[in-house]
């Protein structure tokens, strides 16, 4: 008698109880996974995130060169729509032109702007590099638009936007100069 009233005041888990924490541990688990796969893919985007920073800088860089060079008057460092030689709206990238100045009308369409990586050696430098062209792997595209600044003369506004993708991002980045008529 002894033994059955010990027996019933033992307690312990059901299966039913194991069953639903099961399935709470299991959910946990998924919504971890989902999480860690969302983190590297997002990583993954750090390439492209660099290069769209740089190939904005790049664009600042020679209309700066361009001005200082004396390349391009003031008076050209404008949008077309502004009688200037930079064209509107986003524009693939490309190889300059003999002008040196990126996204004007005479960019070199034949030659598009691509990185190297190193092949399956491992090793950059060598005949099985690989060659990706930035407008196709990334889709990417770079705005310059220039403003004259309302109340400001002989300086402009240069707004460099490059949008690109990157796995199941689609990404933008901006950078903003300011440049004047003197160099």
Same mark, same amino acid.
């Given at each position: ?88 709206? +986003?524009?693939?990238?490309?190889? %300059? @032109? &003999? /002008? !040196?100045?990126?996204? =004007? #009308? $005479? *960019?070199?369409?034949?030659? +598009?702007?691509?990185?190297?990586? %190193? @092949? &399956? /050696? !491992?090793?950059?430098? =060598? #005949? $099985? *590099? ?54």
């Amino acid at each position: 008698m002894r033994n059955a009233k010990e027996r019933a005041a033992q307690k312990g888990f059901t299966l039913l109880e194991t069953m639903v924490a099961l399935v709470v541990l299991g959910i946990g688990l998924i919504a971890l996974a989902a999480m860690l796969a969302g983190s590297m893919a997002y990583m993954n985007s750090s390439q492209a995130d660099f290069i769209a920073q740089q190939k904005a800088s790049e664009a600042v860089e020679s209309i700066f060169t361009a001005r200082d060079t004396q390349a391009v008057t003031y008076a050209q460092i404008q949008n077309v729509s502004s009688g200037g030689i930079f064209l509107d709206g +986003p524009a693939n990238l490309v190889d %300059p @032109g &003999p /002008d !040196g100045v990126v996204d =004007t #009308a $005479d *960019d070199n369409a034949a030659a +598009p702007d691509t990185i190297i990586k %190193p @092949g &399956p /050696d !491992g090793i950059l430098g =060598t #005949a $099985d *590099d690989i060659q990706i062209q930035l407008s196709v792997y990334y889709n990417m595209k770079r705005t310059i638009t220039i403003t004259n600044i309302a109340g400001e003369v002989g300086v402009r506004q240069i707004v460099v936007t490059v949008t690109y993708t990157t796995g199941t991002f689609n990404r933008t980045y901006t950078l903003t100069s300011f440049i004047s008529q003197y160099s």
